[in-house]
């Protein structure tokens, strides 16, 4: 966890916001540097700090506001295709997960 | 609710006092002891043990765990493995409850402030920005200083160095490369940091102009070994010419400081 995402973290709480965070906890085929790669997302969907983008991106973002809603964590798999994973900098696709931490 | 932010605060609070901290986060249970709706909870440790955990329940239910000699002997394990990257452990609290968790140093991003915001700052601003720095550049010459110079900087300082390190506090995460317009600024800025905790402190100059310095630095009383530490001539000898080769080289040299090469 970077030091400027607990910031951030405390400012959100401090203003009543309910937020999950996301983080990459494992991604195979591809270089270990992208995991603990991370995320804020609010309650009212605004974010800090980038996964990757693209696609993916938006797939999380869309399950971190039904989570935060439900106040579940939850653990996401995403596979990406080749193409998917050089648009986001890796060598080659393979299986990225992902863990969204609800902080309510 | 109060307990996740107490536990955030109680983190940051942690991580000024500079010690080593990691965090769990929970992200997979396999036990009937162990209630699922902790998925998602975290704990805070160094190498003394477990300083917090993200709730009262968490801390009640791993408590019976905590007793146990191999889950203790896990946790220390985790701490003793030296300048980790984040990673997924799975941890065996006894034969039937066994745990996933995400282990993750607190980092504060290293910082780099170049003084001079000259021909070199330039592209090294560019390829630091690539190396997940956040970025300062101070200098007290406004044409020198705007976001069309450096876009991938952080931070922009129109202000005197003296003015500069009137209220700035230099920590070690801290990298610093002075590559101001002259020697006399260059002095001003190095006698300001060369005490400080800096991890990395490098000043651009020929050998003779370097020595001029530094005798300036000896005349205030400076020790020889700090003026050992700065790196001068600064970069790694990759025989640069250009401002942008210069530039690569430093950067280089930052990296081999970070990475402990």
């Known amino acids: 966890m970077k030091k400027d995402i607990l910031k951030k973290i405390i400012k959100l709480k401090k203003?009543?916001?309910?937020?999950?965070?996301?983080?990459i906890i494992q991604a195979k085929s591809s270089s270990p540097r992208n995991t603990g790669t991370e995320m804020l997302i609010t309650e009212e969907g605004e974010t800090f700090g980038s996964i990757g983008g693209g696609q993916d991106e938006k797939t999380v973002i869309e399950k971190a506001l039904d989570l935060i809603e439900n106040g579940k964590s939850e653990k996401l798999k995403l596979t990406l295709t080749r193409k998917e994973a050089a648009e986001i900098g890796w060598v080659c696709g393979g299986q990225i997960d992902i863990f969204i931490q609800i902080i309510s | 609710m109060a307990e996740v932010e107490d536990?955030?605060?109680?983190?940051?609070?942690?991580?000024?006092?500079?010690?080593?901290?990691?965090?769990?986060?929970?992200t997979n249970i396999d036990s009937e002891e162990i209630s699922q709706n902790l998925l998602?909870?975290?704990?805070?440790?160094?190498?003394?043990?477990?300083?917090?955990?993200?709730?009262?329940?968490?801390?009640?239910?791993l408590?019976?765990?905590?007793?146990?000699?191999?889950?203790?002997?896990?946790?220390?394990?985790?701490?003793?493995?030296k300048n980790l990257d984040?990673?997924?452990?799975?941890?065996?609290?006894?034969?039937?409850?066994?745990?996933?968790?995400?282990?993750?140093?607190?980092?504060?991003?290293?910082h780099l402030t170049v003084f001079g915001a000259g021909h070199i700052a330039e592209p090294l601003v560019k390829i630091c920005s690539l190396l997940d720095f956040t970025i300062t550049v101070?200098?007290?010459?406004?044409?020198?200083?705007?976001?069309?110079?450096?876009?991938?900087?952080?931070?922009?300082?129109?202000?005197?160095?003296?003015?500069?390190?009137?209220?700035?506090?230099?920590?070690?995460?801290?990298?610093?490369?002075?590559?101001?317009?002259?020697?006399?600024?260059?002095?001003?800025?190095?006698?300001?940091?060369?005490?400080s905790e800096a991890a990395y402190l490098g000043m651009i100059g020929s050998s003779r102009k370097i020595e001029t310095v530094y005798n300036q630095l000896r005349d205030d009383g400076i020790k020889e070994s700090k003026l050992e530490a700065v790196h001068a001539p600064i970069g790694l000898d990759i025989g640069s010419e250009?401002?942008?080769?210069?530039?690569?080289?430093?950067?280089?040299?930052?990296?081999?400081?970070?990475?402990?090469k």
């Open chain 2, 7 to 26: 536990f955030f605060k109680k983190v940051f609070d942690e991580l000024e006092g500079n010690k080593k901290i990691l965090t769990a986060v929970l």
């Open chain 2, 63 to 81: 408590e019976q765990f905590l007793l146990n000699q191999d889950f203790k002997k896990e946790i220390l394990e985790l701490r003793e493995n």
């Open chain 2, 138 to 195: 101070v200098d007290d010459r406004e044409e020198f200083l705007n976001y069309d110079k450096f876009p991938t900087a952080d931070q922009l300082l129109l202000l005197d160095y003296e003015d500069y390190f009137a209220d700035a506090k230099i920590k070690e995460n801290d990298y610093l490369v002075i590559v101001t317009r002259g020697h006399q600024h260059d002095y001003q800025v190095l006698k300001n940091v060369i005490n």
């Open chain 2, 40 to 61: 998602g909870e975290m704990f805070l440790f160094d190498e003394d043990g477990i300083i917090d955990f993200s709730s009262e329940q968490l801390e009640n239910e």
């Open chain 1, 15 to 23: 203003e009543n916001l309910k937020l999950a965070r996301a983080f």
């Open chain 2, 86 to 110: 984040s990673q997924l452990k799975s941890i065996h609290l006894d034969q039937d409850n066994r745990l996933e968790i995400f282990l993750e140093p607190v980092v504060d991003q290293p």
């Open chain 2, 242 to 260: 250009t401002p942008a080769e210069i530039a690569v080289a430093i950067a280089a040299e930052i990296i081999a400081v970070r990475r402990d």
